[in-house]
T-cell receptor, first 113, second 114 residues
Framework: DAKTTQPNSMESNEEEPVHLPCNHS???????IHWYRQLPSQGPEYVIH???SNVNNRMASLAIAEDRKSSTLILHRATLRDAAVYYC??????????????FGSGTKLNVKP | DVKVTQSSRYLVKRTGEKVFLECVQD?????MFWYRQDPGLGLRLIYFSYDVKMKEKGDIPEGYSVSREKKERFSLILESASTNQTSMYLCASSTLAGVSYEQYFGPGTRLTVT
């Protein structure tokens, strides 16, 4: 199964951009890259996903390397509310094998006022 | 807004007790999941269900069973609770429509087995 590697923790200042990296060197051609985050005392919530092209939504942007072996979640202006654990996950859309939705340990983002 | 609710936020049970964790979703989703979350181990899939009365084992099904009698409700059962089942339990649901496969999570139940 393709797995992801993320730094254990990162720190950012409020209102500055944050780049959260994720390595997935064994990604397959049919793996989508998903990002979720988990705020303190809550269940995870969906942030963004992509396949090959960079993606933007109201929460964040996802930059995917040309070889797809890494990606970066970009929070354009971090707020205190963005302090959370961020998970980078791969999912093979052509296999209904739910075990492949592997969360890992994620990156704990601390945002300083 | 999609809502996934779990019956309790905190639960304390004794070793050997039978424990029921309930999860309800209000978006008519086909798929429902139970995970447990432990420090340093991330989220691990226990069981999932893709339809009423259908279930599949996840990564760590030992010591657990599930029930899905209605589409909106998915129950996790600990037949005889043990201390190593002390954990945060998270329920999630999703639809099969499209490729985004977004999972919606409940707030979690923190179970302590003494």
């Amino acid at each position: 199964d393709a797995k992801t590697t993320q730094p254990n923790s990162m720190e950012s200042n409020e209102e500055e951009p944050v780049h959260l990296p994720c390595n997935h060197s064994t990604i397959s051609g049919t793996d989508y890259i998903h990002w979720y985050r988990q705020l303190p005392s809550q269940g995870p919530e969906y942030v963004i996903h992509g396949l090959t092209s960079n993606v933007n939504n109201r929460m964040a942007s996802l930059a995917i390397a040309e070889d797809r072996k890494s990606s970066t979640l970009i929070l354009h202006r971090a707020t205190l509310r963005d302090a959370a654990v961020y998970y980078c996950i791969l999912r093979d859309v052509f296999q209904y094998n739910f075990n492949k939705f592997y969360f890992g340990s994620g990156t704990k983002l601390n945002v300083k006022p | 807004d999609v809502k996934v609710t779990q019956s309790s936020r905190y639960l304390v049970k004794r070793t050997g007790e039978k424990v029921f964790l309930e999860c309800v979703q209000d978006m008519d989703h086909e798929n429902m999941f139970w995970y447990r979350q432990d420090p340093g181990l991330g989220l691990r899939l226990i069981y999932f269900s893709y339809d009423v009365k259908m279930k599949e084992k996840g990564d760590i099904p030992e010591g657990y069973s599930v029930s899905r009698e209605k589409k909106e409700r998915f129950s996790l059962i600990l037949e005889s609770a043990s201390t190593n089942q002390t954990s945060m339990y998270l329920c999630a649901s999703s639809t099969l429509a499209g490729v985004s496969y977004e999972q919606y999570f409940g707030p979690g139940t923190r179970l302590t087995v003494t």
